[in-house]
C-alpha cells in the first residue's frame, strides 16, 4: 500500500513539476541557442539592467516610505493610573 501512494505521488509530481519544467528549460535552451552570440548578449543585459532599476525602485521607495513616516507605528502611551486600595484591614489574631 505504501509503495501505491509513493508511486502515485511521485508520477503526480513528474506531471505537475519536472515534465514542464523539462519542456520548458528545453524550450528556452533552443531559443538561446538559435539566437547570435551579440543578439544573446543585448538580451541578457536588457534583463539584467531591467532587474537592477526595478530592484533600485523598490529600495528607494521603501526608504520614502519610511522617511516620510508611513512604515511607523504610533504608540500610545497610557499612564498608570493610580489603584484604588481599601482601608478595610483583616485583623490577624493569634490563638
Known amino acids: 500500500m505504501k509503495n501505491k501512494i509513493k508511486s502515485?505521488?511521485?508520477?503526480?509530481?513528474y506531471k505537475v513539476w519536472h515534465d514542464p519544467k523539462g519542456k520548458?528549460?528545453?524550450k528556452i535552451k533552443r531559443a538561446c541557442?538559435?539566437?547570435?552570440?551579440?543578439?544573446?548578449l543585448t538580451v541578457v543585459t536588457l534583463l539584467l539592467s531591467?532587474?537592477?532599476?526595478l530592484a533600485f525602485f523598490?529600495?528607494?521607495?521603501?526608504?520614502?516610505?519610511?522617511g516620510a513616516g508611513h512604515a511607523r507605528q504610533e504608540i500610545?502611551?497610557?499612564h498608570i493610573r493610580q489603584l484604588e486600595i481599601s482601608n478595610n484591614s483583616v485583623s490577624h489574631e493569634t490563638d
Do not use: N, W
Open 8 to 13: 502515485a505521488i511521485s508520477l503526480f509530481l
Open 24 to 26: 520548458l528549460t528545453a
Open 33 to 40: 541557442d538559435d539566437m547570435p552570440h551579440k543578439r544573446r
Open 50 to 53: 531591467a532587474f537592477v532599476l
Open 58 to 66: 523598490v529600495f528607494g521607495h521603501a526608504c520614502y516610505q519610511m
Open 76 to 78: 500610545k502611551v497610557e
